[in-house]
């Protein structure tokens, strides 16, 4: 058997969309770190970009298990002395409704290089409404 080997530049990238309303953080997350890295496809390479697209919609109604809500911590260091800054999953969902989502799929993706190039190709919206209407898109079940 021959190995096919896909330019990143010949791949073909299609446009997905998850509706975040009512389902885990966790599951949401994951799939969408799957369908970025192209794990999904035939021609998948651990050390390429060959993923879709992502658009996560209505991000502020994401459903986080059990006591999550108010147990569950996000970090922040200022870069002064003592200027460690901690939130809850309530006051981060509050005052940034995308902040849970991109955080928990950066945490997903490898780190390097390859991973910033891949966290720029999900958008996350808190609301229904997105701005990437004009591409073809599939909406996806989780």
Known sequence: ?????????????NWYVIDATGKPLGRVAAKAAAMLRGKNKVTY?????MGDFVVIINADKVA??????????????TGYVGGL?????EKKIERHPEAPLMLA??????????????????????????????????????
């Open 64 to 77: 986080v298990t059990g006591a999550k809500a108010t147990d569950k911590m996000y970090y922040h260091h």
């Open 1 to 13: 058997m021959k190995t096919i080997f896909v330019n990143e530049r010949d791949a073909v990238r």
């Open 85 to 89: 800054k901690s939130f809850t999953f």
């Open 45 to 49: 390479t651990p050390n390429q970009e």
């Open 105 to 142: 799929i950066k945490g997903m993706l490898p780190k390097g290089p390859l991973g910033r190039t891949l966290l720029k190709n999900v958008k996350v919206y808190a609301g229904a409404d997105h701005p990437h209407s004009a591409q073809n898109h599939q909406p996806l079940e989780i």
